[in-house]
């Protein structure tokens, strides 16, 4: 009976260490993306435009330079995600900004592109080759 139980406690302890190394592969497997590059803002006629979101929603922010305040701010595009997949592996940012004349050109790290009418704040998708 002695000899029974030292085997139960054995495969006990094996168990726990297959679990254990299991659980920690499972956490180095995990898929985790890189942060984003920042994206330096632009500055024109005494405002700044830079980006903000969390790879689902992304904004361009218009702010006053002199006063910081936050003259307005637009959702550019909004990443749907899918719940059965690696949620961060799914995040799309803006990765660049480009000022041409009343026009901000946005361009994301799926190299889609947008521009932001700065005087009606309306975005619209166009084709990347007028854009950065």
């Given at each position: ?15 726990l260490l ?92 799926k190299a ?19 854009a950065p």
């Amino acid at each position: 009976m002695k000899r029974v139980l030292q085997l139960g406690a054995r495969a006990g302890s094996c168990f726990l260490l297959l679990c254990g190394v299991i659980a920690l592969l499972g956490a180095v497997a995990a898929a985790k993306r890189i942060p984003p590059r920042p994206v330096p803002p632009i500055t024109s006629n005494g405002v700044r435009y830079s980006v903000d979101g969390d790879g689902r929603d992304e904004y361009v922010v218009a702010q006053d330079v002199s006063s910081e305040k936050v003259l307005w701010k637009v959702r550019v595009f909004r990443n749907r995600i899918d719940p059965f997949k690696e949620e961060d592996v799914q995040w799309v940012f803006i990765n660049e900004l480009k000022l041409n004349d009343k026009t901000l050109l946005v361009r994301d790290e799926k190299a889609r592109c947008y521009a932001v009418d700065l005087a009606r704040h309306a975005v619209k998708k166009q084709a990347c080759g007028n854009a950065p």
